[in-house]
């Protein structure tokens, strides 16, 4: 039993450039959420989805897009990288909408330049 | 709308003092509240949730609805204790919110 799984780890990209975050759970969860945590901002919410099929905007969604592949699958997608994107990203997932605690990834570090 | 304060962004201590991380918060309903851990570079994990009034690693939390407030503590610090640590608000919407994280730092 992984938990929330993210790829890559780590990634430099530069200006302008695209790039996917992967995100998969194995525990069949309904919820899925990608925050972003910065020095002193905490934890914001880019996307989420609620159940599979559905998708939601957060607190900063401008520049990012988000796919629920399936049940198991939440990918993030920066379509047009920039210095301000530089963060480190979390991938959650929790059993039930709203209600039930988030379980987390290990992170991707992304740094551009 | 949800809001969770953490007033502090910084605590710090020296081993074998007592510790309390303040975590308010504003919401109309009964709340879910938890508190989650990050240790350097790692994950965030879940260290406490309100509802099962449990004491993990020595850190209790009660949920204060009066003064709408779900403040962590330990009686004695380790050196281990050393993380960043956020409250998150998590009831009636689909969106959990935390508050902005407190670091603390135990002192040998």
């Known amino acids: 039993n992984a938990g929330v799984t993210q790829t890559p780890k780590f990634q430099v990209l530069k200006t302008g450039q695209s790039m996917t975050l992967q995100c998969a759970q194995d525990?069949?969860?309904?919820?899925m959420y990608w925050y972003r945590q910065d020095p002193g901002m905490g934890l914001r919410l880019i996307y989420y989805?609620?159940?599979?099929?559905?998708?939601d905007k957060g607190e900063v969604p401008n520049g990012y897009n988000v796919s629920r592949l399936n049940k198991r699958e939440f990918s993030l997608r920066l379509e047009s990288a920039a210095p301000s994107q530089t963060s480190v990203y979390f991938c959650?997932?929790?059993?039930?909408?709203?209600?039930?605690?988030?379980?987390f990834g290990n992170g991707t570090r992304l740094t551009v330049t | 709308a949800q809001r969770v304060t953490q007033p502090e962004k910084l605590l710090s201590v020296f081993k074998g003092a007592p510790v309390e991380l303040k975590c308010n918060y504003s919401?109309?309903?009964?709340?879910?509240l938890f508190w989650y851990v990050q240790y350097s570079r790692q994950r965030l994990q879940l260290l406490l949730r309100?509802?099962s009034r449990e004491s993990i690693k020595g850190f209790t939390a009660d949920l204060n609805k009066g003064e709408t407030s779900f403040h962590l503590k330990k009686p004695f610090a380790q050196e281990e204790d050393s993380a960043m640590y956020y409250c998150?608000?998590?009831?009636?919407?689909?969106?959990?919110?935390f508050g902005r994280g407190t670091s603390l730092i135990v002192h040998p």
């Open positions: 525990m069949n969860h309904n919820s």
């Open positions: 998150a608000l998590i009831r009636g919407s689909y969106i959990p919110t």
């Open positions: 959650a997932s929790s059993a039930r909408d709203g209600e039930s605690p988030l379980h």
């Open positions: 309100h509802i």
């Open positions: 989805s609620a159940s599979e099929g559905t998708t």
């Open positions: 919401y109309s309903g009964s709340p879910e």
